[in-house]
């Protein structure tokens, strides 16, 4: 009714969102590697389906719970910058403007967050700058690094890897590629996701090596 072409960016960004949970979740590239301890937890338990983690093998259970943890930090900034976010700003300057005809509190104020939609843009372009974390990875415990100097990322590299998700086939090309690390723009951004828990292993912590992980039948 009054949502126009911000309510379309909304149902992208949430298709796009749910996209990356299916296809991540559809898509396991792995192989044996029993007798090789997981880079992350040191288990072998799980490496009988071994996965690629930034060129190192990783077990099942790591590799799903990182995967999953990129997924839902997408999720949850997709939801609060662009659903929570502008409801409530629209509901509190609502509140405080004149009666329009039928218009309710949130309708008015509506009106006034739609002319200044662009800005919720600008502030997903920035959400990895402030020490690496957007508001979705700081809640679950990921971060985004620069991959030379393991500095936490910046504003400039946060536009960078977040710019070609506008791009409406990238968000799908991501899907494929979250589960092993890099992902479109980490290239360009220079960048890194890492897991804080196990910031200081080998996958995360710089060290280069790249362990053959063949796609057997699942």
């Not at 309510?7 to 396991?28: D, H, N, Q, S």
């Not at 200081?200 to 362990?211: C, E, I, K, S, Y």
């Amino acid at each position: 009714m009054f949502l126009g072409l911000a309510e379309l960016l909304i149902v992208l960004l949430v298709v796009v969102g749910l996209a990356f949970a299916v296809v991540a979740f559809l898509r396991r590239k792995s192989t044996d590697l029993s007798d090789t301890a997981c880079s992350l937890c040191g288990d072998k338990t799980h490496m009988a389906k071994a996965r690629p983690l930034y060129g190192h093998a990783v077990c099942r259970r790591c590799s799903n719970g990182f995967a999953n943890r990129r997924v839902l930090a997408a999720l949850l900034d997709d939801a609060l910058i662009f659903l929570i976010a502008p409801f409530l700003i629209a509901l509190a300057i609502g509140v405080f403007q004149p009666v329009i005809g039928n218009l309710s509190a949130f309708g008015r104020g509506w009106r006034k967050v739609e002319d200044v939609y662009g800005w919720f843009v600008i502030a997903y372009l920035l959400k990895d700058g402030l020490l690496g974390y957007s508001p979705g990875k700081f809640l679950v415990g990921v971060r985004v690094i620069n991959a030379v100097n393991g500095e936490p990322a910046g504003i400039w590299s946060s536009v960078k890897r977040t710019l070609p998700l506008f791009i409406p086939p990238i968000p799908l090309i991501v899907a494929l590629q979250l589960a092993e690390g890099t992902r479109t723009g980490d290239g360009w951004a220079k960048t890194k996701v890492i897991w804080d828990r196990f910031s200081d292993r080998a996958p995360f912590n710089g060290q280069l090596v790249n362990v053959p992980i063949e796609p057997v039948a699942q």
